[in-house]
């Protein structure tokens, strides 16, 4: 039984979607008693709250801010008549951190896992021509065997909190756009492509699964809606001749139409721009089209003001024409797949995207950050809930690889953030955790995770996994900060000699290196928190990258100022932005598009 198409909801010539996005109701159950009180059956005396959003930020009153439990949302939606005999959904771009759904007060489907999407079926509970109450039973508490890990606190005065192992703050709700979708019974589930290059042309091939016995084509159309390739069967190869491949900052994309055929009516349509170009690791290089590429870019969250983790599509131009400013060709989704919208501009845009499943906090520490630069070991791996957290963990790989999959800017996974491996216990967890990402990705894209700082070519037991070598340093802010940046940098080359002794043959990138800078403060000379600093700990770092052949990118931690858990080591969030958290630079963002514009594509090739 086919169930959860994981494909981008889409109106074609047999499709229909609506937009639910808007003003939804919402309501507290810090008593977890709304199910049993029949909530689903109408939420009285709620509130009002937009979708997509994050509730957080909209309320003043703390208790509601940091709200940790069980909470409603219900709307009505009208599904007409005519769409009788079809299938209908409710799709969610997610649904932080787990959800159950209801239609006309019948349970329907629940999620687990908060930053992939949740489709429910509600085609059985549907009245046609008549106005449906959707009902949603979210709940944002954290744990260790769910992704991102965290604990969930209760209080002396009985309210719970949530204590992230992570350093952003615990956004949840409804937080991407929500629609109702109807497809024909019988619909094109799934669509996944792959590319060869030769020459001038290109040989794509796809499969598709439906859910019928009828037969399938694929037509493939340019930009000016020219076919191009045609091709019959579940699974074939397209020939595009003299293609025109998707390209780094410059993108082309054709258009897929996947159709379901009785003779020559159309059963259903599904249709996908697609760029066509390939992604390799050779060496210690990273190839996409054959040619080398320097990754130059930002690790950045889903986070702005009032919406918080809020889908907010005029956040997200903003946030590309700051990145494209700068010289950029490239972003890491840290610490969760974005939401679709995101990827489908980056494909737009020629954007190079390194796809992070949620599988962030695998240090046990609420401030990893400190403890992590001590040396200090750890076993995480090696609790009784270890198994739990991996089966979590291969499901949301399993959902964003399914998402994300034709996209042409993922150009990499990202299995893990800064997860402790120095105990071995890590070793069978990784070993599963990669094996997972190389058999569902057809195109094999390469893999890696970010290391965190005590993860040293001598301490680390898991580098042997990845496809690239991603690192996060700090040397020069978490260790040795301010004056002492001099030995920081001794300390840092030596480990990069260390990294090259080892003589991997693999590309490395950094993929966080930052320091926290207040936009308010500036020093002569320098102090640390000062943007003079921020200037002199990045050209620090960019002298040593200079330093490596190796390296073969650069993504700064942060794009922009975020949110976090509030505490001594945070001031109204980390500040470690090359842009404030409204998007305005900071001096070291001229400093950024002074060297990107400078470095060529194939920088160290
Ligand atoms: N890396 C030592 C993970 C990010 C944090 C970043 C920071 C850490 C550093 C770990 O989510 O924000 O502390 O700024």
Redesign the pocket.
């Known amino acids: 039984m086919l169930e959860n198409s994981m494909l981008y909801p889409r109106n074609s010539k047999t499709r229909r979607t609506v937009s639910l996005d808007g003003m939804w109701k919402i309501k507290f159950d810090p008593d977890s008693e709304g199910r049993e009180k029949r909530w689903q059956d109408g939420l009285k005396d709620a509130d009002l709250i937009p979708v997509p959003a994050s509730f957080a930020d909209f309320y003043t009153d703390k208790d509601i801010r940091e709200y940790t439990g069980d909470f409603w949302y219900e709307t009505d939606v009208f599904v007409p008549e005519e769409w009788k005999g079809n299938k209908v959904f409710v799709r969610f771009g997610c649904a932080t951190h787990r959800a159950v759904v209801f239609v006309n007060g019948k349970e329907i489907t629940s999620h687990e896992g908060g930053f992939l999407p949740l489709l429910a079926d509600i085609t059985e509970n549907t009245r046609f021509n008549e106005f449906n109450r959707v009902s949603v039973l979210v709940n944002n508490e954290l744990t260790v065997t769910n992704i991102p890990c965290g604990e969930t606190r209760v209080l002396k005065n009985g309210k719970k909190m949530s204590k992230p192992y992570?350093?952003?703050y615990n956004y949840s709700g409804l937080q991407r756009p929500v629609k109702l979708v109807m497809v024909p019974e019988e619909y094109v589930f799934d669509f996944t492509v792959d590319h060869k290059l030769f020459g001038s042309d290109a040989e794509v091939s796809y499969s598709v699964v439906t859910t019928g016995k009828h037969p399938v084509e694929v037509r493939v159309l340019d930009e000016e809606g020219r076919e191009v390739a045609l091709s019959s069967g579940r699974e074939g190869k397209l020939v595009i001749k003299n293609v025109r491949p998707w390209e780094v900052l410059d993108s082309y994309l054709y258009t897929f139409a996947v159709r379901i055929l009785d003779g020559s009516r159309i059963i259903d349509e599904y249709t996908e721009e697609i760029g066509i170009r390939t992604v390799e690791v050779v060496h210690d290089s990273i190839l996409i089209n054959q040619k080398p590429v320097y990754l130059k870019g930002f690790g950045k969250h889903e986070d702005s003001d009032i919406v918080g983790r809020g889908f907010n599509i005029g956040m997200m131009k903003r946030d590309f024409e700051c990145m494209k400013w700068t010289g950029a060709n490239s972003f890491r989704t840290?610490?969760y797949p974005y939401s679709e919208e995101i990827y489908q501009m980056a494909d737009r845009e020629g954007f190079l995207v390194i796809d992070e499943v949620a599988a962030v906090g695998m240090f046990e520490s609420l401030m990893?950050?400190m403890e992590?630069s001590t040396g200090k070991k750890t076993a995480f791996f090696e609790k009784e809930t270890t198994p739990q957290l991996l089966e979590n963990h291969l499901k949301a790989i399993e959902e964003m690889i399914t998402r994300d999959k034709n996209h042409a800017c993922v150009i990499a996974w990202s299995l893990l953030?800064?997860p402790e491996t120095t105990d071995k216990a890590a070793v069978p967890y990784f070993e599963k955790v990669f094996a997972k990402a190389h058999e569902l990705d057809v195109q094999k894209r390469p893999r890696t995770f970010a290391l965190?700082?005590n993860s040293l070519p001598g301490t680390c037991s898991c580098y042997q996994f990845a496809d690239i070598i991603s690192l996060?340093r700090?040397y020069g802010w978490?260790m040795m900060g301010g004056y002492e940046i001099s030995d920081a940098e001794e300390a840092f080359r030596r480990e990069m000699d260390e990294w090259k002794e080892l003589g991997l043959d693999r590309p490395f990138l950094f993929t966080?290196y930052?320091a926290d800078t207040s936009a308010m403060e500036h020093k002569l000379p320098s102090v640390m928190w000062s943007q003079e600093y921020q200037m002199e700990y990045l050209k620090m770092c960019h002298r040593v990258f200079d330093s490596y052949s190796f390296i073969k990118g650069e993504q700064v931690?942060n794009f922009a100022d975020f949110q976090t858990t509030e505490g001594i080591m945070r001031v109204n969030g980390?500040k470690?932005g090359i842009f404030t958290r409204q998007r305005q630079p900071k001096d070291a963002a001229w400093y950024f598009r002074e060297r990107w514009k400078s470095l060529p594509r194939d920088y160290k090739k």
């Open positions: 992570f350093d952003f840290s610490h990893n950050f992590a953030n800064e965190v700082m996060n700090y978490y966080e930052g931690w980390n470690k």
